[in-house]
């Protein structure tokens, strides 16, 4: 009953953006199909008693020709009528079909601007997954159709309604006799609907596995690795387990319902069989004509047609509420503090001094502590280096500092302001970062650039300008299409990159916004050395004026760095400049020793091998 319940007000809930929504964008569409629906509600039940007329005028056609313009007019009458039923129910497809394109688009926009402030932890949970699926289904799947769903129930219990009213007329068996053969019908697609429901949440993250897997075959990147490795066969086999396992919970429901679809098909053959039973008594009797059979086994078929329509209508009512509980949850979405409006007023006109006191950060898949009671301030115009052994938490520190996540313990202040009252979009405005997995875009060599600024993204003198300082002037000035190059094979005339220049263009990017911080996390790994020194210089030079952090496993360039912060398990464990932390002998004095060593013959077999 709960269950229930929770969906009714889903149900409600998901209907009013749906009604608002349609109603917004299409007024006269929405009263014009509402209208058509009520306005052919009448139709079944005139075709009843049409169809009585013509055929008791017919069968006195024989002994009497006067009634030949009559039976002539009914049969028009029958014809314009049948035709008006297929012609609304033309229109009505296509006012549906384009009230469900627009409300579609509208949610899916909405959802989208949702998600864009989505804490990152959110990324982390598979439920959240499960969500966004179950949500596209219910937008693209059958959001709007529900509306049509509602306005079909109450068309056809008019049509009902005013077929039963001539039925009873006749016989009062028969209407119970109809309702009860319907019902089997109408119970078991409410059934299935759940079914399918379930079957679509528990399948959820299969299916994720399977479609990943199946990307792999048609991925420039990851089809390198199955033919070099030969994971070809292999992939198709984990393939078909996962294919196998959603194929047979589809099967299981598909059976299910043909079994349970043979016991209502019985039922309505009875019920079936016990009309024409009643109607043969009644003739028998000669209480019923020929028109009257004739118009109640009709009747009996269209009562079936209307029940079974009304079975279908609620159950796709029933279906796109449970589905629209995930649309629902992503669409009342508010974001940590929007909801307390005072809590987020803060607005920041530049950064100036970053302190982060006793901070721990753990994600939410594991408990450890990722990050652990760190305390580290970044003062106005300082050139930090970040460094340490894999895993120690450098990139993670570098998504808290920059907002992405929220600190589980402890605060980072902001000119002595806690970030978390100061306006997410305000606070990422002074910042840029290029991350280790940046992200390549599909799209323009404008677009890729131009996104680390919109504002700037039609200055094509300052695009160039960075295209120069990373050295890919040249390069793009050799392409047909200059900025407008897409950067995929994918697109017509794309272009590809190698892993240096893709690089290169992150780093533009980065560069594009005037940020007061700028964070390079790992930014050379695919460049070769010139490339790297020549980047460190383009960097140092841009940074000038601003706060720069760098997370460098090369540690040659943090010779110049004000500031070395070493980090450990989590924590910091060294921190000053270079000369400081060599003279230390600690752990950055051990890193650079043993990248040293690889560039001093005498040393690298006894650092890299022992000996
Ligand atoms: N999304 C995540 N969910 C759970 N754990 C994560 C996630 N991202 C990173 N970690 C874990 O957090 C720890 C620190 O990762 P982080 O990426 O911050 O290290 P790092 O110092 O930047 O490493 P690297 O030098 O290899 O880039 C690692 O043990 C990693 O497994």
């Known amino acids: 009953m709960n269950h229930f319940n929770a969906t009714l007000v889903v149900f409600y809930e998901s209907q009013k953006y749906f009604f608002k929504h349609i ?18 509600a009448g139709i079944p039940a005139i ?49 549906l079909s384009r009230m469900a394109q627009t409300v579609n688009f509208v949610l899916k926009k909405m959802m989208l601007s949702k998600l864009i402030y989505m804490p990152l932890e959110e990324y982390e949970n598979n439920r959240f997954f499960d969500r966004i699926n179950l949500a596209n289904s219910a937008i693209s799947g059958n959001g709007i159709k ?45 059934i299935v609907k759940l079914k399918n429901y379930k079957m679509a949440v528990s399948t959820s993250a299969v299916s994720r596995e399977l479609e990943f897997t199946d990307s792999l075959f048609i991925n420039k990147s990851s089809i390198k690795e199955l033919k070099l490795f030969g994971l070809g066969p292999y992939l198709i086999g984990r393939w078909s387990i996962l294919y196998k396992q959603i194929q047979k919970k ?84 508010q974001e940590k503090g929007h909801a307390d409006k005072k809590a987020l007023t803060y607005e920041i006109e530049k950064i100036q001094k970053i302190e982060l006191k006793n901070i721990s950060f753990s994600y939410p898949s594991n408990k450890q502590k990722v990050l652990d009671d760190l305390s580290l301030t970044f003062n106005k115009g ?36 806690d970030t978390r009252s100061i306006k997410k979009e305000n606070y990422f405005s002074f910042i840029s970062a290029i ?90 790994a695919a460049m070769d050395p010139v490339s790297e020194l020549e980047i460190f210089r383009i960097f140092n030079e841009l940074s000038k004026d601003k706060t720069s952090i760098t997370i460098s496993h090369r540690l040659g360039p943090t ?8 980090m450990d398990k989590g924590k910091i464990v060294e921190e000053g400049n270079y000369e400081e932390l060599m003279l230390r002998k600690g752990l950055y004095y051990e890193m650079y020793i043993s990248q040293l060593s690889w560039y001093q013959d005498t040393n690298i077999d006894e650092v890299t091998y022992g000996k």
């Open 146 to 190: 529900v509306i049509g769903s509602i306005i079909g129930v109450l068309r056809n219990l008019i049509s009902l309604i005013s077929v039963f009213v001539i039925l009873l007329t006749i016989h009062w068996t028969m209407p119970i006799a109809l309702f009860l053969s319907t019902l089997p019908g109408i119970i078991l697609i409410f």
């Open 47 to 95: 075709l009843i008693l049409l169809n009585k007329n013509t055929i008791d005028t017919i069968t006195k056609l024989g002994t009497d020709s006067s009634y030949y313009k009559y039976a002539l007019s009914l049969l028009l009458l029958n014809f314009v009528l049948q035709y008006c039923e297929a012609f609304i129910r033309t229109i009505e497809k296509y006012l």
């Open 559 to 566: 010779k110049y760095a004000d500031r070395i912060v070493v």
């Open 250 to 333: 589809n099967l299981d429901v598909e059976f299910w319902e043909a079994k349970t679809q043979v016991l209502a098909v019985l039922f309505l053959q009875l019920a079936s069989l016990g009309v024409s039973v009643l109607l043969v008594i009644q003739i028998t009797q000669n209480n019923l004509t020929i028109g009257d059979y004739v118009a109640l086994l009709g009747s009996v078929v269209t009562v079936q047609a209307i029940f079974s329509s009304i079975g279908g209508n609620l159950g796709s009512i029933f279906e796109t509420a449970i589905f629209n509980e995930a649309l629902i949850e992503i669409l009342n979405y």
């Open 23 to 40: 109603y917004k964008e299409h007024p006269i569409s929405f009263i014009s199909f509402f209208v058509l629906s009520m306005l052919s």
């Open 435 to 524: 991350f280790q997995d940046f992200f390549k875009y599909k799209f323009s060599i404008r677009d890729n650039i131009g996104f680390g600024d919109l504002k700037k993204r039609e200055d094509d003198s300052h695009i160039y300008r960075l295209l120069k300082h990373v050295n890919l002037y040249d390069k793009v000035n050799s392409l047909d299409h200059l900025l407008e190059t897409y950067l995929t094979r994918e697109m017509p005339d794309g272009e590809d990159l190698s892993g240096g220049e893709w690089q290169k263009i992150a780093i533009a990017r980065g560069f594009m916004k005037d940020a007061d911080l700028i964070i390079l996390d790992e930014p050379t």
């Open 382 to 417: 300082e050139k930090v280096s970040i460094v340490g052994y894999n895993g120690s938490g450098k990139t993670t520190l570098i998504k808290c500092l920059s907002g992405l996540y929220e600190v589980t313990d402890g605060s980072i202040y902001v000119n002595g302001i």
